[in-house]
Nanobody, 124 residues
Framework: QVQLVESGGGLVQAGDSLRLSCTGS????????MTWFRQAPGKEREFVAT????????SYADSVRGRFTIDKDNANNTIYLQMNNLKPEDTAVYYC?????????????????WGQGTQVTVSS
């Protein structure tokens, strides 16, 4: 089993920044994707950003490219999502997820392991 714990969400104003963290424990995979998704009320869960291990390939959704940065701390099995210039449309519950393998996958249905989510609310 894999356990994922997110933290760092909160209530901010438009233009502010937040840094989310997701720490994994339990079963590990030699090659994996660790990915951030988000889900706004009444909307489907959507891909935000992903980083692969061990090669560190990164991909972003068009809606966040240039504002959000994903990175990882391999020693602590933690990924981060630095979110700058936040907009009200970024308001959502943010989840991290992990899947085995490094082929880019943005479909949340293909991820087996999920964290509990952290709320990000951006006021205008």
């Amino acid at each position: 089993q894999v356990q994922l714990v997110e933290s760092g969400g909160g209530l901010v104003q438009a233009g502010d920044s937040l840094r989310l963290s997701c720490t994994g424990s339990g079963r590990t995979f030699s090659a994996n994707l660790m990915t951030w998704f988000r889900q706004a009320p009444g909307k489907e869960r959507e891909f935000v950003a992903t980083i692969s291990s061990p090669d560190g390939k990164i991909s972003y959704a068009d809606s966040v490219r240039g504002r959000f940065t994903i990175d990882k701390d391999n020693a602590n099995n933690t990924i981060y999502l630095q979110m700058n210039n936040l907009k009200p449309e970024d308001t959502a519950v943010y989840y991290c997820a992990v899947k085995q393998g490094v082929i880019l996958t943005t479909d949340p249905r293909l991820y087996a392991y999920w964290g509990q989510g952290t709320q990000v609310t951006v006021s205008s």
